[in-house]
């Protein structure tokens, strides 16, 4: 793309790097905090991103496993249900074979 507008690629990548370098310079110059203070910033940022995570990852779970046992019980549930209405069909065509055979 840049070779269609006439820059060189070396050209481009050049001003790239010689604005990264710019900007880093500059960051460090103007930055609030020393080394030390940044580093241990990014080491509590970090301790307290996992401890969420950890805990966003134990309310997944509890969440997952409440879910599975209120499946469990509708099934079972469900179940029950599906059961007392084979058993009263069954009931209902037994009575009526009983009264087909009278007939």
Do not use: H, W
Not at 1 to 28: H, K, R, Y
Not at 45 to 63: C, G, H, L, V, W
Not at 81 to 96: M, N, Y
């Amino acid at each position: 793309m840049s070779e269609e507008q006439g820059i060189p690629v070396g050209t481009v990548v050049v001003s790239f790097m010689a604005g990264a370098a710019i900007g880093t310079g500059l960051a460090l110059l103007f930055a609030p905090k020393r080394g030390c203070e940044v580093r241990e910033s990014i080491a509590e940022y970090t301790e307290n991103t996992i401890d969420k995570i950890k805990e966003y990852t134990r309310e997944a779970q509890e969440k997952i496993k409440t879910t599975i046992n209120d499946g469990k019980e509708i099934i079972s549930e469900k179940k029950a249900i599906l059961t007392s209405a084979i058993e009263a069909g069954r009931e209902a065509i037994q009575k009526e074979k009983e009264l087909l055979t009278k007939l």
